[in-house]
Nanobody, 116 residues
Framework: QVQLVESGGGLVQPGGSLTLSCAASDTTVGIRVMGWYRQAPGKQRELVAVMNAGGTIKYADSVKGRFTISRDNAKNTVTLQMNSLKPEDTAVYYC??????????WGQGTQVTVSS
């Protein structure tokens, strides 16, 4: 496993933007899939956006057209650009790195609050 360090959460007004960043402690390990999940109060953790090493991306339907994921395979970093934020985007966002199917790391989580 690797340690994942997230940054960039905070409070933003509806319609605003935030950028989340995540860096893995080991830049030499190959990470198959890297991305973001979120968990709102009282709800299950859900996929937001993930990208595999080949560049294939999967987005949750609720964020398509508003969020953009990018990844630097050489540095083992992943970024989530979030635009047109809505109150329902409020959640703790977790970085995720899948090294193998059974070796998965999670970040500590960063709070995103969308409120006026």
């Amino acid at each position: 496993q690797v340690q994942l360090v997230e940054s960039g959460g905070g409070l933003v007004q509806p319609g605003g933007s935030l950028t989340l960043s995540c860096a893995a402690s080991d830049t030499t390990v190959g990470i198959r899939v890297m991305g973001w999940y979120r968990q709102a109060p009282g709800k299950q953790r859900e996929l937001v956006a993930v990208m595999n090493a080949g560049g294939t991306i999967k987005y949750a339907d609720s964020v398509k057209g508003r969020f953009t994921i990018s990844r630097d395979n050489a540095k083992n970093t992943v970024t989530l650009q979030m635009n047109s934020l809505k109150p329902e985007d409020t959640a703790v966002y977790y970085c995720n790195a899948e090294i193998t199917v059974t070796v998965v790391s999670w970040g500590q989580g960063t709070q995103v609050t969308v409120s006026s």
